[in-house]
């Protein structure tokens, strides 16, 4: 009696909230149940019960009844209400909000978000780290993801973005591999520096993520004070066939604000949640984060001329010769009314696009498009963009059916193409992979002829180029001194000499003074830089394309 009496006041106004906080949500899928005042408590099949406290036993002292289905419908709920974290960025924090297009691009897409000045769309967004598990520290070194996904009049656009503009690998067949080095080990069940450094230093096209990674920017002040990249290249494609390559940039309104080592150190300990509990109230506050979204693009032929590989994932495009041009306003103006409905339960993936918006042939990038899907169906299961959160605002019309959890099974519409209650077909002339195209330039960059390849990329000294222009001309003193004490702090804890060594030369391949001073931070002897082929050795993009493209 005493709970519910000393409850009652709370509830009762916790629950006035939900429901007026509901009313009002822009969130077409958030769903808000028995928030009323008058709610009565009952079972998962909705018939009242008394006490929900008490169970049915023989007697007062007796064992208990099967027959009490109110027990039983709450523990066997309660047994299952786990579901499999995330495999990777399994910690993360999210919010509804919306995007507005601010510019017309119509010049080189036809994609409808993009072609009218003031055009929006609901967005749900998700930020996460990428290692730790699910109950891990905001703060962690570790890039951050930015997943969006955006309700569109053309179906959901999901924007699976870092906080950094190039990732670790360009060859797909590594990242489980890579990722296993980041998590813990088979048998201390211990994250662990030999392993970590053991395979970046096997891999050195990862320099330039680990530069940014050991930066501050490795430990972000909270979720919403960051940038999000594309990192991917992508295409963004005209009716008439035409298409350009292009990056996404989301670049913060509030800056990128980062926490040196020690304060990152000292919030893991102190508030693991420090990134989830800034983003609620920074949004509770009405402190709207906002991002100004921008894109780079390159034609076709700008592609073959450029330095590097223009599908290659560990490479930024110069911002001097391939200018940022404005496109939207990102703005994250909503809390979740229920943290694992529209945030946990979210599915993003970079094969949720819309017509015009295309991915490009980066190996990682269409390696992604199989993964994300194939991972839902496993975490979520087969129909998970039925889930409020996941389902488009447009109406699914196709001859997907059944499976488990089947929500919206299209009524009574055939299973099958039908002349009885036939679908209308929208043949678009530039839309989605594989419609016909008419531009030579198109075909050019669309039409792969080639044999059947084991591709694995090599590594050349151009890969160290970017990373050394970070350091030597992008970042000032502090960051460098920062940058030292970060990876020392971490490499410092390798036992082997030779992984140590090793480490060292991939370092000094970028900059031999970055090396040395790694060096004489943990007490290692100066280390050569990496035997590597020259950069005029590297296969160019133009090349691949000459080698598999017959017009
Ligand atoms: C071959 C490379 C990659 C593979 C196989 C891969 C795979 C995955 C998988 C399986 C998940 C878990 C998804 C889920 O359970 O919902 C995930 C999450 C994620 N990945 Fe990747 N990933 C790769 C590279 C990347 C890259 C390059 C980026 C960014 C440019 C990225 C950004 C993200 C983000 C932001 C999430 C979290 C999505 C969310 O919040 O639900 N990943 N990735």
Redesign the pocket.
């Known amino acids: 009696m005493y709970r519910f009496v000393a409850s009652r006041p709370l509830f009762r106004s916790l629950s006035f909230f939900l429901h007026v906080f509901s009313r009002h949500s822009k969130m077409p899928s958030a769903q808000v149940f028995n928030t009323k005042d008058e709610a009565v408590y009952t079972t998962s099949n909705g018939a009242p019960v008394g006490e929900p406290y008490a169970a049915q036993r023989i007697g007062t002292a007796g064992p208990l009844l099967l027959q009490d289905f109110h027990h039983i419908d709450l523990l066997a709920h309660f047994d299952r209400e786990r579901i499999?974290?995330?495999?990777?960025?399994?910690k993360?924090a999210?919010a509804h909000g919306y995007f507005e297009s601010t510019h017309d691009l119509s010049d080189i897409t036809s994609c409808k978000l993009f072609t009218s000045v003031g055009k929006k769309a609901r967005a749900t967004v998700?930020?996460?780290t990428?290692g730790g598990e699910s109950g891990s520290a905001d703060t962690a070194r570790d890039?951050?993801?930015?997943?969006i996904k955006l309700r569109t009049e053309e179906g959901n656009l999901d924007w699976?973005?870092?906080n950094?503009p190039v990732?670790f690998?360009r060859d797909?067949?590594?990242?489980?591999h890579f990722?296993h080095t980041q998590k813990r080990d088979p048998q201390t069940h211990l994250k662990d520096a030999d392993m970590f450094w053991d395979y970046l230093s096997q891999n050195p096209e990862s320099a330039h993520q680990i530069l940014i990674l050991f930066s501050d920017r490795g430990t972000p002040d909270g979720y919403h004070n960051m940038h999000g990249?594309?990192?991917?290249t992508y295409k963004l494609v005209k009716d008439d066939g035409s298409w350009v390559y292009t990056q996404i940039h989301l670049i913060a309104d509030g800056g990128f604000k980062t926490f040196d080592d020690a304060t990152a150190g000292k919030l893991a300990g102190e508030n693991p949640d420090y990134g989830i509990q800034s983003l609620f109230e920074t949004i509770e506050a009405r402190k709207y984060p906002s991002w100004t979204v921008y894109i780079q693009t390159m034609t076709p032929e700008q592609a073959e001329n450029f330095r590097y590989n223009v599908l290659d994932?560990t490479k930024v495009w110069s911002h001097k010769d391939y200018p940022m041009r404005p496109v939207g306003k990102l703005v994250l103006d909503e809390n979740v009314q229920n943290y694992f409905a529209e945030?946990e339960q979210?599915?993003?993936?970079?094969s949720h696009t819309i017509p015009y918006l295309e991915p490009s042939a980066d190996?990682?990038?269409q390696?992604?498009l199989?993964?994300?899907p194939?991972?839902?169906r496993?975490?979520?299961g087969v129909n998970y963009s039925q889930i409020p959160v996941n389902a488009p605002i447009v109406p699914v019309a196709n001859f997907q059916r059944d499976g488990l959890m089947a929500i919206n099974n299209q009524g009574s519409r055939p299973g099958y193409q039908s002349t009885i209650a036939p679908l209308t077909y929208l043949r678009y002339k530039g839309a989605m992979n594989g419609s016909p195209r008419d531009h030579e330039r198109a075909a050019k960059h669309e039409i792969w002829i080639g044999g059947a390849f084991w591709d694995l990329s090599e590594v050349t000294e151009l890969d160290f180029e970017q990373p050394r222009a970070l350091f030597q001309d992008v970042m000032n003193d502090t960051d460098r001194d920062h940058l030292v004490s970060n990876i020392a702090g971490h490499l410092g804890n390798v036992k082997s000499p030779v992984i140590k060594a090793r480490t060292l030369s991939y370092f000094a391949s970028v900059d031999q003074s970055l090396s040395d001073r790694i060096a004489k931070a943990i007490g290692a002897p100066s280390a050569k830089p990496l035997q590597v082929k020259p950069a005029s050795e590297a296969i160019s993009f133009r090349a691949h394309v000459n080698k598999t493209v017959k017009l």
């Open positions: 499999p974290e995330r495999v990777v960025h399994a993360g999210g998700r930020f996460s990428v890039p951050r993801g930015f997943a699976v973005f870092n950094t990732f690998i797909p067949a590594k990242f489980p990722i990249y594309s990192g991917h994932l945030i979210a599915a993003f993936s970079p190996p990682i990038l390696s992604r199989f993964s994300y194939d991972t839902h496993h975490r979520l």
